[in-house]
């Protein structure tokens, strides 16, 4: 069974700009979950969709956003990018999200922002 | 607000010994905890995970510890070999962040020396 996968695994950017990343979760995944990891701040929680809702939200200014299609694939979006939203981004999927569901993460997606 | 906090930044062990990292979280609400590992271009991979039913759980080589009354998890890695060398973090999930939220600590970066 293929994992998590993301695309791409690097970009640069520079500031002003847009980006949106891909996240295809595992065969038969419903929920997912997309995280900021950074130095700084750690793994931080942006998001969670299920079934094309978004679920949960952390504490993420309206800058990034997302969306889930049918097929569970999710994709995320930053606009408007700053210095600061350098990090590596990744996603989550599992079965329902419901709370004992264990949660397979993909490789990230490394973004610059110059 | 909720956090996880780790005690130990880095973490250095020999080859063979037993290896105990530490993490503490705020919210006595949080009802399940999962530790993850996670290794340099790659995404956290799951450990092992513990609901707050329970007080130990233990895997192949790995044993969780919940102290709910101090709030704060162990991870235990015994006969810690050198391809255990990696970043680990505790997670929280649940309390006010919904189910599937998970709240990461900072991460104990463990190096195996042989």
């Known amino acids: 069974k293929a994992g998590v996968t993301q695309t791409p695994r690097y970009l640069i950017k520079t500031r002003g700009q847009q980006v949106t990343l891909s996240c295809s979760p595992i065969?038969?995944?419903?929920?997912v979950s997309w995280y900021q990891q950074t130095p700084g701040q750690g793994l931080q929680f942006l998001f969670e969709?299920?079934?094309?809702?978004?679920?949960n939200k952390g504490n993420f200014p309206g800058r990034f956003s997302g969306r889930q299609f049918s097929n569970s694939r999710s994709e995320m979006n930053v606009s408007t990018l700053e210095l600061g939203d350098s990090a590596l981004y990744l996603c989550?999927?599992?079965?329902?999200?419901?709370?004992?569901?264990?949660?397979?993460f993909g490789p990230g997606t490394r973004l610059t922002v110059l | 607000g909720e956090s996880v906090g780790l005690h130990l930044p880095t973490l250095s062990v020999q080859e063979g010994d037993n290896s105990i990292i530490n993490c503490a979280y705020s919210?006595?609400?949080?009802?399940?905890f999962i530790w993850y590992k996670q290794e340099s271009g790659k995404g956290p991979q799951f450990i092992i995970d513990?609901?707050?039913?329970?007080d130990k759980r233990q895997g192949q080589r790995v044993t969780v510890l919940l102290n709910k009354t101090v709030k704060h998890l162990s991870l235990q890695i015994a006969a810690t070999q050198p391809g255990d060398s990696a970043v680990y973090f505790c997670?929280?999930?649940?309390?006010?962040?919904?189910?599937?939220?998970?709240?990461f600590g900072a991460g104990t970066r463990l190096a195996v020396h042989p």
């Open positions: 989550a999927s599992s079965l329902t999200g419901t709370a004992y569901n264990e949660q397979f």
């Open positions: 065969s038969g995944h419903r929920s």
């Open positions: 969709y299920f079934s094309e809702t978004q679920r």
């Open positions: 919210n006595s609400a949080s009802d399940y």
């Open positions: 513990i609901r707050s039913n329970m």
């Open positions: 997670a929280v999930r649940g309390g006010s962040g919904g189910y599937n939220k998970l709240i």
